[in-house]
């Protein structure tokens, strides 16, 4: 598939948009949604001219909202207008959030009322809410209908409603009383009573954290969930395709800020070089500035490495198997924190099991070390390394274990007190554990 995303790439760079055109016309909506991601800001938009109206909708949603605000950009207003109100409203919404507020306004006031009505609705609730992710667009059933009735309210619905495989089902004042599926209408008969057919529902608070709804979703295998206020009544639903959206997202933030960067929020062929520079420089130079601890050890035990140099020989491998130790502690947990199987209530319970688990992987790495520099350099210098394994996997453990715990409950990110910060701790600890376990067992 690249080599053909590549041909049409020479297209483009040769000049020749009718033969472009014809080709785009042969792959899918897919195919086409990964060739313009591969392009640059000029050529993106040029491609897309050269779209079918129909196809260059679909193309349009898929697309990331960087790159959505990038081709309206380069559009004029008429056709701006029309991809906008081609958008769903919690999509809508999303793409305001990356525009100036004047250009979002523009949009707004270019909207149907009844857009315009719903897209209000999305933006009345606070970011990073289930609300802001939730669609207003739903078939809601009144529990005292029968099959019938409630896909004749199907059919009229039409292509307004955001699903119809799973839809709510409410009383007369709109409290949530459960969910009845498509296919469960379908196979009844048509005077069957829907509160024979609904079953019960799991829903979310309108204010509820995103990522949580959208890991429950997924965890309880759900095409779609209701939304509903503190009262219980139903405001919106929330499908499987935005959850997965959201889940997306969290884990490539969480991917980046482990691996000491900031998420690119676009994809990487479409980013500008700068912009990748700057979303790795700045944890490059905390890390540098936290790496100089290290070197102060090192200062301080100068005259240690003197007077025995082997001791420096050990120096990489004991920082790194205690950087590692840390990092799949980390790592571990933070997924742990991301799925709710533990949370910051849970830290002695977690810190006990790490310093367990540290313990028995020093105690088998450290038996290793011991037998392998023994034989080689002394069993003095083998009990240093035995001992400093054993020692520095169990801290690297249990400060690995705790610090995604400890940025849940500062509310930060836990993936940023993780691997980064992790591997420096352990680094200039990992040294002064080191030293001092040579100085006892060398006498120096």
Same mark, same amino acid.
């Given at each position: 598939? =690249?080599? *053909? ?59 990331? /909202? ?28 999303? $793409? ?26 999305? $933006? ?19 529990? *005292? ?14 292509? @307004?409603?955001?699903?119809?495989? #799973? ?19 379908? +196979?009844?008969?048509?005077? #069957?009573?829907?509160?024979? &057919? ?19 979703? %997924? ?24 959850? &997965? ?10 991917? %980046? ?16 070089? $700068?912009?990748?520079?700057? !979303?790795?420089?700045?944890? $490059? ?39 590692? =130790?840390? @990092? /799949?502690?980390? #790592? ?5 924190? %991301? ?38 350099? +002394? ?10 394994? &054993? ?27 993780? @691997?980064?910060?992790? !591997?420096?701790?352990?680094?200039? =600890?990992? &040294? ?13």
């Amino acid at each position: 598939m =690249t080599e *053909q995303l590549d041909d049409l790439a020479a297209l483009l760079r040769d000049g020749e948009p009718q033969r472009l055109q014809q080709a785009l016309t042969e792959i899918s909506v897919g195919d086409t949604v990964d060739f313009l991601e591969r392009l640059g800001v000029r050529d993106r938009a040029v491609a897309f001219r050269l779209l079918p109206k129909g196809v260059a909708v679909e193309v349009f949603d898929m697309l990331d /909202q960087s790159l959505q605000l990038e081709i309206i950009e380069g559009l004029k207003d008429a056709d701006v207008a029309h991809f906008f109100d081609s958008l769903d409203p919690d999509d809508r919404v999303r $793409l305001m959030d990356e525009m100036p507020a004047s250009v979002a306004r523009q949009m707004l006031r270019h909207l149907d009322p009844r857009e315009r009505s719903l897209t209000g609705i999305v $933006l009345g609730y606070s970011s990073g809410t289930i609300g802001r992710e939730m669609s207003p667009e739903f078939v809601a059933i009144p529990e *005292q209908w029968n099959a019938q009735q409630a896909l004749d309210k199907i059919r009229r619905a039409g292509e @307004n409603a955001e699903t119809i495989y #799973t839809l709510p089902v409410v009383d007369r004042q709109r409290l949530l009383k459960g969910v009845v599926s498509l296919r469960g209408l379908l +196979g009844a008969e048509d005077e #069957t009573p829907i509160a024979d &057919l609904m079953t019960e529902a799991d829903s979310v608070i309108v204010d509820h954290e995103a990522e949580d709804a959208a890991r429950l979703c %997924a965890d309880r295998k759900h095409l779609a969930m209701p939304v509903t206020d503190k009262e219980h009544r139903v405001v919106g639903i929330f499908t499987v395709d935005d959850a &997965l959206d959201i889940l997306e997202r969290a884990e490539s933030e969480d991917a %980046a800020r482990q691996g000491g960067s900031e998420p690119l929020h676009r994809p990487y062929l479409s980013t500008p070089v $700068l912009r990748i520079m700057r !979303s790795r420089v700045v944890w $490059l130079l905390v890390l540098a500035v936290g790496a100089t601890l290290t070197v102060q050890v090192l200062d301080v035990f100068e005259s240690t490495l003197e007077s025995l140099v082997v001791l420096s020989l050990f120096v990489p491998l004991l920082i790194g198997t205690g950087g590692n =130790t840390g @990092n /799949q502690a980390a #790592t571990t947990v933070t997924r742990a924190l %991301a799925l709710g199987d533990v949370g910051p209530r849970d830290v002695m319970r977690v810190l006990w099991r790490e310093v367990r688990v540290g313990a028995t992987l020093g105690a088998t790495l450290g038996t290793g070390g011991f037998l392998v520099a023994g034989l080689v350099y +002394g069993w003095d210098i083998g009990s240093v390394i035995g001992l400093t394994l &054993l020692a520095i996997c169990t801290m690297a453990a249990s400060a690995g274990g705790l610090m995604p715990l400890l940025g849940k409950k500062l509310g930060a990110d836990p993936a940023v007190f993780a @691997n980064p910060f992790i !591997s420096t701790f352990v680094d200039a =600890t990992g &040294l002064i554990v080191y030293f001092l376990i040579a100085r006892a067992v060398l006498g120096l």
